[in-house]
């Protein structure tokens, strides 16, 4: 007996379900029922819209398909379809619109989505440019973007970590920072050394520069003394034409004229001299 029972509670369920499936299928909806003969809707399935909110003898004429260009996603209590989305000028469409679903647009190529849903496209800027209002610019000098839509952001200060530059960047990449600079070095004067310091070094200089002077004058003096040597050896040879110092004394002594006309007494006075 309780099998029986069983049995016929199964078959009615099956009965049930293949009912409703059927009533799904007809584009009426799960929320759609007889009364009095006529059908009722309180919603239409996805896909289609409720055309009437009376009930109709003609379930068909409760809930009817979507008109091209538009599209239901969800069940729809309204007397119309959703438009779909047209993809056009910077868009092009990832997915064509349905009657359960919309369109999906994406970006043409050179411009990407400006938020999660796609509704704008900016364009996409590639490494060392970045997006300056509505167009793409160029990394300014300092500056570098390494990855695809990113600001260009300044290099890295090498100075400012102690490190010295060891590779240079670029608008696409960062400078690369090496070895630090060496320390310098320091000296420490003790107090009252540095004027000493400085009186040494006056001395030392002004004793390099006398040395100098001295040194050019004794050079000038120098030369001038084997210039005047030179000359004087060219000059010898016309000096042995003139006779000894002998001869000339012998030659340009006489006597006077009238001393000389008083000792030949007879000769005449000798009125020229020969020289």
């Not at 779909?84 to 994406?106: P, Y």
């Amino acid at each position: 007996m309780f099998t029986m029972n069983c049995l016929a509670v199964a078959f009615l369920v099956f009965l049930l379900k293949v009912s409703l499936l059927q009533g799904a299928s007809s584009g009426t909806g799960v929320n759609c029922h007889q009364k009095g003969g006529l059908w009722c809707c309180e919603s239409c399935p996805p896909g289609t819209l409720r055309s009437s909110k009376e009930c109709q003898i003609n379930k068909n004429d409760v809930c009817k398909p979507c008109s091209p260009g538009s599209f239901s996603s969800a069940e729809n209590t309204d007397h119309r379809c959703s438009p779909c989305t047209n993809c056009a000028g910077v868009f092009i469409f990832k997915k064509n619109c349905t009657d359960t679903s919309d369109a999906v647009c994406q970006c043409i190529s050179g411009y990407k989505c400006a938020d999660d849903a796609c509704k704008k496209c900016k364009k996409s800027c590639g490494p060392g440019t970045e997006l300056y209002k509505t167009e793409c610019r160029l990394c300014i000098n300092g500056t570098f973007s390494s990855e695809e839509d990113t600001p260009c952001i300044p290099w890295t200060n090498c100075s400012a970590q102690g490190k010295s530059v060891h590779f240079p960047g670029s608008s696409t990449k960062d400078v690369t920072c090496g070895y630090p600079f060496p320390s310098p070095v320091t000296t420490t004067i003790p107090k009252g050394e540095g004027i000493t310091g400085t009186i040494v070094l006056v001395a030392a200089a002004m004793f390099l520069l006398t040395s100098i002077l001295m040194c050019g004058m004794f050079l000038v003096t120098w030369h001038k003394k084997k210039k005047l040597s030179k000359q004087l050896k060219k000059g010898r040879p016309e000096l042995h034409h003139l006779g000894t110092p002998k001869e000339e004394d012998e030659c340009s002594y006489r006597f006077p004229e009238e001393e000389q006309g008083e000792m030949t007494g007879s000769q005449e006075p000798i009125t020229k001299l020969v020289v």
